[in-house]
């Protein structure tokens, strides 16, 4: 029997090399996706990743959706305390600040929601929650498709996480592909981050802002 040339090898070899992260991240992640906000196991913390700013600061429709579902878990007395991280990278762009303002007028105290300025990306928001904010037991709230990645994040960074997945509806159908296509090198890449074990682009000295709002509200 012929063996197979080396290019084929090398071929497989890539193929695995590409494709097995990827299928690792989002397999793993999937596994601690709840059902719907009735079955989210509780938990002291909500988690919102950032999803950028309308004009005027306001949050995006995206973000808007995360949000909700926070203020919701948070009215069910399904988590304590409200950890807003996003990007903070110009005065003109403050989305931990635009998240916050948003819970507030919605009804969320404004002791319960904790402000992350330097959440640049999946990865750094999760170390960060960890490393600063001292969390290791959350939830997280992001659109449905972002979810597993966020998750399999999370845990490596050493937050026991359950998601809630949000609308990843969209008025514009080829961005909303473009989004989801995205997941593929970005799964990649959070295995890369996790595994040479990546330092946020800042990640600070550790904070008591949590533990306090989870003190001050009594969270048992």
Not at 7 to 36: E, K, M, Y
Not at 166 to 188: D, I
Request: aromatic share 8%; net charge neutral.
């Amino acid at each position: 029997m012929k063996l197979r040339s080396p290019w084929w090898w090398a071929l497989a070899a890539a193929v695995v090399v590409a494709v097995g992260p990827i299928a690792w991240v989002q397999v793993t992640g999937s596994r601690h996706v709840a059902a719907d906000r009735q079955s989210v196991r509780r938990a002291p913390v909500a988690i919102v990743f950032g999803a950028g700013l309308q004009a005027g600061g306001r949050p995006s429709v995206y973000l808007e959706r995360r949000l909700e579902a926070a203020r919701a878990l948070y009215a069910d007395g399904t988590v304590g305390v409200i950890l807003v991280s996003g990007d903070n990278g110009t005065p003109a762009h403050d989305e931990p600040t635009a998240m916050r303002d948003w819970l507030v007028s919605h009804g969320v105290p404004d002791a319960a929601v904790v402000r992350d300025f330097a959440g640049f990306d999946t990865h750094d928001t999760c170390v960060r929650a960890h490393d600063v904010f001292g969390v290791d037991d959350a939830v997280l709230l992001t659109q449905d498709y972002h979810l597993p990645r966020a998750l399999f994040s999370c845990a490596q960074a050493g937050v026991r996480s359950t998601g809630l997945g949000v609308s990843s509806s969209s008025v514009t159908p080829k961005q909303a592909l473009v989004w989801r296509l995205r997941e593929l090198p970005a799964s990649w890449k959070a295995w890369w981050d996790a595994t040479t074990g990546r330092t946020p682009r800042f990640d600070g000295p550790p904070e008591t802002s949590v533990a306090q709002a989870l003190a001050a509200s009594g969270w048992r």
